[in-house]
Nanobody, 115 residues
Framework: QVQLVESGGGLVQSGGSLRLSCAAS????????MGWYRQAPGKQRELVAI???????NYGDSVKGRFTISRDNAKNTVSLQMNNLKPEDTAVYYC?????????WGQGTQVTVSS
């Protein structure tokens, strides 16, 4: 089992920045992917950014060039630096990890971007 706890959400004006963090605990030695997804009201959950243990990164098309994911394998944390935020970035952001083929989710943190 892997437990994920997010922090750093909040309210920000359009063009502003926020940083999300996620700490993993439990069976962390087998984690090979950590990252972020988001879900806006009435929409499906979508990829924001994921990072593999070997270093490869995938970003969702809508956040490329604005968001940066980073990971500290020693501390079992993953962070998401979000710059130039837009109202359409408003969503609940979920931390995600994959370990031995199982997918784990955090409880989610709300990000609201006002215009």
């Amino acid at each position: 089992q892997v437990q994920l706890v997010e922090s750093g959400g909040g309210l920000v004006q359009s063009g502003g920045s926020l940083r999300l963090s996620c700490a993993a605990s439990g069976s962390t030695s087998s984690i090979n992917v950590m990252g972020w997804y988001r879900q806006a009201p009435g929409k499906q959950r979508e990829l924001v950014a994921i990072m593999f243990s070997a270093g490869a990164i995938n970003y969702g098309d809508s956040v490329k060039g604005r968001f940066t994911i980073s990971r500290d394998n020693a501390k079992n944390t993953v962070s998401l630096q979000m710059n130039n935020l837009k109202p359409e970035d408003t969503a609940v952001y979920y931390c995600n990890s994959v370990s031995t083929g199982r997918v784990f989710w955090g409880q989610g943190t709300q990000v609201t971007v006002s215009s």
